[in-house]
């Protein structure tokens, strides 16, 4: 039989798990899309400047190309 800690606990680890998934996939995005528009701009013969933008809850970034 399950008490009621152990199943604070299961759902806690549950929550835990949820949350960090959807952070690595966030990330993993992020990634991606800064790294298509960087070999974008390079095969346009550019240099891509990366600039990120902390604010309260979020990262946000850009990528300017200049020639």
Sequence with gaps: MVTKKQMAGIAFSLLFLAISC????QSYNSHRGIMDASNECFDKNGMPTVEKSVHVFSISWSVECKP
């Design 22 to 25: 959807i952070l690595f996939i």
